[in-house]
């Protein structure tokens, strides 16, 4: 388990829900944390769980609001600087806040941490990303007023966040006031050293803005700093009451906004309906921009609330008839599990455009980058419950194959395509080279994702697409990287790269690397000669491939370096690891954990350390390169030298404790897993919600216990009930039909629903099943 010592830790309490956050009350300690957990998205924009009014000063509170793909290109500054070097950082910007109101009632403003509540209570319902709250504030004066808000961002309608906010007097009589507009007059800056975080201000993300009224609406424009990329954002409010409503217009510098001013007797009440829009564009003139967007918030407005959530809602359906896992248990699985569903499907990208950011589009964290983890660990969660959002993220990869081929040649690779450690628009932006570009895993990463998306899904329509392009283009590197080494019989051996552990860099023969490249070229060789004459010489005369160089590629393959101790029977996790001094564990204290942030990169590089689990990971991905007694004497050795300190570490060690046979300990690391933000377990996510570790929630579940593993196009399913469980069910997509797994103690019912026959194996069983077909299986 995670090191991190509890009393860093600090988390909402939730009530038991099996479909919702709920959180009564207001708690300041816990506040920036919650606003992670319930942001809204949906895959352009997204926006933090904070409260419309704000809260007091002094409590921690990050707001937000996002655009996945759009960036601010700021200069990386080093004193000592080499060739090579990521010259540019991306920076996810902030954009104007949409959902802020101002509300007083006389002269007392409210504000959650400073105002007088009568209760609270709020709520995010995964069902349909939908956040509500009530709360009832006693005013200076005595009487009471209580706010109805309902907000989510569309799923229907990529650039669109709705809110409808009601406030009524209890038994107040008075006058009341409420503003809300657009404002830019919020972020900037993090607290202490933590190279995971990262926040910018609306100001150092975007020049000073222009303002226009069209419609009903008001619509500013900015322009991104040093690209002159186009941000626009607008809103309109509709108002209605059962008292007069006065409304003036308020521009202030860095706010646009409407103020509604009415007077409240007890049983009176107002209600705002607001709808903000944005749009980004790198090309084409404000003007028509501006008009398009006016008339899309007109369009919104008249439609109404109530439509424009019917269609947001229908896609929340369309996706839980397929990702929903129900657990018959004691424990809050479903309530993880589902969070966890909920936030990867609302954060991706969906246009083939834009990708899934370490943090989604809950907050700041690690400046809003995609790294490998979104094809290791997010792909296979999309691929068997979305497949069409696997996809769009992989045509995200093809999109930047250009810069990743310029980066290569930086890189001084001749050929081929070497992808960004992390980036957003291609380029590489790790300014810490030996655990950002030297993990060359990255493009055999990117590579298993293609394979597995077009063997499971069956659309060979996007190898044509660009897939079998960047596929043979990042298989290219490893022949430049590696060599045949004589000194190791002729083998193949990759030199100075760093496999996923980031506290081992710099390393010759990474198992995980060599063994990654190894399906790579081998994939990529099987994929050249299966294309006729005429295919081959269409790509070929397009990258300049020859036969040559793709016997080559087998010929790696085959004769792939891959370490081992004889001694200790294990795979060593790189040339020399095992040599190395142990890590003093019982004499660091759990004040240090994570490492990184407490010593020198070189000390923790000198002891057999390990941030996050790395040949371990590799028998998970690649299990047939294993045998049985291998994979257990390799889990019985790392694992105790892993400090977890990524939250990347515990689902995969839940699924290799499960195939080694500790069910039990496989248990300890699952619940560290799905509860990982929601109990804020390695105390920073309030810099936002760890969209790798949801995936791996998953991920834990299906391979885990239902024993999920690929052999091709087929899967292989060996499912068991853990202790304490009474039943679990899960589905897969598979192609074009949908497989439903029933779990009990004993048995497994299959129920398939497609329009062609699927083949699977159930505990090494070949199994056929026809449309609505269903059957029944042993667990053995």
């Given at each position: 388990m995670s090191k991190t010592g509890d009393q860093k830790r600090k988390a909402p309490a939730f009530l038991p829900d099996d479909w919702r956050l709920v959180e009564n009350g207001f708690t300041p300690d816990t506040q920036a944390v919650s606003e992670t957990l319930m942001a809204q998205a949906n895959g352009y924009l997204g926006t933090r769980g904070t409260f419309e009014e704000g809260v007091a000063d002094?409590?921690?509170?990050?707001?937000?609001?996002?655009?996945?793909?759009?960036?601010?290109?700021?200069?990386?500054?080093?004193?000592?600087?080499?060739?090579?070097?990521?010259?540019?950082?991306?920076?996810?910007?902030?954009?104007?806040?949409?959902?802020?109101?101002?509300?007083?009632?006389?002269?007392?403003?409210?504000?959650?941490?400073?105002?007088?509540?009568?209760?609270?209570?709020?709520?995010?319902?995964?069902?349909?990303?939908?956040?509500?709250?009530?709360?009832?504030?006693?005013?200076?004066?005595?009487?009471?007023?209580?706010?109805?808000?309902?907000?989510?961002?569309?799923?229907?309608?990529?650039?669109?966040?709705?809110?409808?906010?009601?406030?009524?007097?209890?038994?107040?009589?008075?006058?009341?006031?409420?503003?809300?507009?657009?404002?830019?007059?919020?972020?900037?800056?993090?607290?202490?050293?933590?190279?995971?975080?990262?926040?910018?201000?609306?100001?150092?993300?975007?020049?000073?803005?222009?303002?226009?009224?069209?419609?009903?609406?008001?619509?500013?424009?900015?322009?991104?700093?040093?690209?002159?990329?186009?941000?626009?954002?607008?809103?309109?409010?509709?108002?209605?009451?059962?008292?007069?409503?006065?409304?003036?217009?308020?521009?202030?510098?860095?706010?646009?906004?409407?103020?509604?001013?009415?007077?409240?007797?007890?049983?009176?009440?107002?209600?705002?309906?607001?709808?903000?829009?944005?749009?980004?564009?790198?090309?084409?003139?404000?003007?028509?921009?501006?008009?398009?967007?006016?008339?899309?918030?007109?369009?919104?407005?008249?439609?109404?609330?109530?439509?424009?959530?019917?269609?947001?809602?229908?896609?929340?359906?369309?996706?839980?008839?397929?990702?929903?896992?129900?657990?018959?248990?004691?424990?809050?699985?479903?309530?993880g599990i589902r969070f966890g569903a909920f936030h990867l499907f609302q954060s991706a990208g969906k246009d083939g455009g834009r990708a899934l950011a370490a943090k989604g589009l809950s907050g700041p964290g690690y400046d809003g980058h995609y790294f490998w983890d979104t094809e290791i660990y997010a792909v296979p969660f999309f691929l068997f419950n979305a497949p069409e959002v696997a996809r769009s993220l992989i045509e995200y990869r093809i999109s930047t194959l250009d810069a990743a081929r310029a980066r290569a040649r930086?890189?001084?690779?001749?050929?081929?395509?070497?992808?960004?450690?992390?980036?957003?628009?291609?380029?590489?932006?790790?300014?810490?080279?030996?655990?950002?570009?030297?993990?060359?895993?990255?493009?055999?990463?990117?590579?298993?994702?293609?394979?597995?998306?077009?063997?499971?899904?069956?659309?060979?329509?996007?190898?044509?697409?660009?897939?079998?392009?960047?596929?043979?283009?990042?298989?290219?590197?490893?022949?430049?990287?590696?060599?045949?080494?004589?000194?190791?019989?002729?083998?193949?051996?990759?030199?100075?790269?760093?496999?996923?552990?980031?506290?081992?860099?710099?390393?010759?023969?990474?198992?995980?690397?060599?063994?990654?490249?190894?399906?790579?070229?081998?994939?990529?060789?099987?994929?050249?000669?299966?294309?006729?004459?005429?295919?081959?010489?269409?790509?070929?005369?397009?990258?300049?491939?020859?036969?040559?160089?793709?016997?080559?590629?087998?010929?790696?393959?085959?004769?792939?370096?891959?370490p081992f101790d004889e001694n200790l029977g294990i795979h060593a996790q790189c040339d020399g690891f095992l040599d190395k001094p142990e890590w003093d564990f019982d004499g660091t204290p759990a004040e240090n954990y994570p490492l990184l942030l407490h010593y020198h990169p070189l000390v923790i590089y000198r002891h057999q350390v390990l941030k996050q689990p790395d040949v371990v990971l590799a028998q998970i991905l690649l299990p047939a390169r294993f045998t049985a007694d291998e994979k257990a004497r390799n889990l019985a050795y790392y694992e105790p030298r892993t400090t977890h300190d990524s939250t990347l570490s515990a689902c995969i060690h839940a699924v290799a404790n499960l195939e080694s046979g500790d069910p039990a300990k496989a248990y300890e690391f699952f619940e560290?897993?799905?509860?990982?933000?929601?109990?804020?377990?390695?105390?920073?996510?309030?810099?936002?919600?760890?969209?790798?570790?949801?995936?791996?929630?998953?991920?834990?579940?299906?391979?885990?216990?239902g024993g999920l593993r690929l052999e091709g196009a087929l899967p292989a399913l060996k499912p068991a009930l853990p202790d304490g469980w009474r039943s679990y069910s899960f589905k897969l997509r598979l192609g074009a039909g949908l497989l439903k797994l029933s779990v009990s103690a004993d048995s497994t019912d299959y129920q398939y629903d497609g329009p062609d026959p699927v083949i699977f194996h159930h505990y090494g069983h070949r199994v056929a099943l026809k449309p609505k077909e269903q059957i029944s299986l042993p667990n053995q």
């Open positions: 002094g409590i921690r509170s990050t707001e937000g609001t996002y655009l996945n793909g759009v960036y601010l290109r700021d200069p990386i500054h080093y004193d000592e600087a080499a060739f090579g070097f990521a010259s540019h950082n991306n920076k996810m910007i902030l954009v104007p806040d949409g959902k802020a109101f101002d509300l007083t009632a006389g002269d007392e403003r409210f504000i959650q941490g400073a105002s007088k509540l009568d209760g609270q209570s709020r709520v995010l319902d995964m069902r349909d990303g939908m956040l509500s709250r009530t709360s009832r504030w006693q005013t200076r004066t005595g009487g009471t007023l209580e706010i109805n808000s309902r907000r989510f961002v569309s799923m229907a309608a990529p650039g669109l966040m709705v809110i409808d906010y009601t406030l009524a007097s209890v038994d107040y009589t008075g006058p009341v006031s409420l503003t809300t507009g657009l404002n830019t007059r919020y972020g900037g800056g993090h607290e202490g050293f933590d190279p995971r975080a990262g926040e910018l201000s609306v100001a150092a993300c975007l020049e000073k803005p222009e303002a226009a009224d069209r419609d009903g609406a008001t619509l500013i424009a900015h322009r991104v700093r040093h690209s002159g990329h186009l941000v626009l954002a607008g809103y309109r409010v509709d108002y209605s009451g059962d008292t007069d409503i006065g409304a003036q217009d308020i521009r202030e510098d860095g706010l646009w906004a409407t103020r509604l001013d009415a007077a409240l007797a007890p049983g009176q009440e107002i209600t705002v309906r607001k709808y903000v829009a944005y749009a980004d564009f790198e090309k084409g003139t404000q003007r028509a921009r501006w008009s398009a967007l006016g008339e899309n918030l007109g369009t919104m407005a008249q439609k109404g609330f109530d439509a424009l959530y019917k269609d947001h809602k229908a896609v929340w359906d369309a996706f839980w008839d397929t990702a929903d896992v129900t657990v018959d248990s004691d424990d809050p699985v479903e309530q930086e890189m001084g690779h001749t050929k081929g395509a070497l992808f960004p450690w992390r980036t957003i628009g291609g380029e590489e932006c790790s300014s810490f080279f030996p655990a950002g570009t030297a993990q060359y895993h990255i493009n055999a990463a990117i590579a298993y994702a293609l394979i597995q998306y077009v063997n499971i899904s069956g659309d060979k329509e996007l190898l044509a697409g660009g897939g079998a392009e960047m596929l043979f283009e990042t298989a290219r590197i490893w022949m430049d990287l590696g060599h045949f080494n004589a000194q190791k019989g002729g083998a193949f051996c990759i030199h100075e790269v760093t496999g996923p552990d980031e506290y081992t860099a710099m390393v010759d023969n990474n198992l995980y690397t060599n063994l990654m490249a190894q399906q790579h070229l081998a994939e990529a060789a099987a994929l050249a000669k299966s294309y006729s004459k005429q295919d081959f010489d269409a790509i070929a005369a397009k990258i300049d491939l020859s036969q040559d160089e793709v016997a080559a590629w087998q010929k790696a393959a085959d004769c792939m370096y891959v560290e897993t799905y509860r990982m933000d929601l109990e804020n377990r390695h105390a920073n996510t309030h810099y936002g919600n760890h969209m790798a570790c949801m995936a791996g929630s998953w991920m834990a579940l299906v391979y885990g216990f």
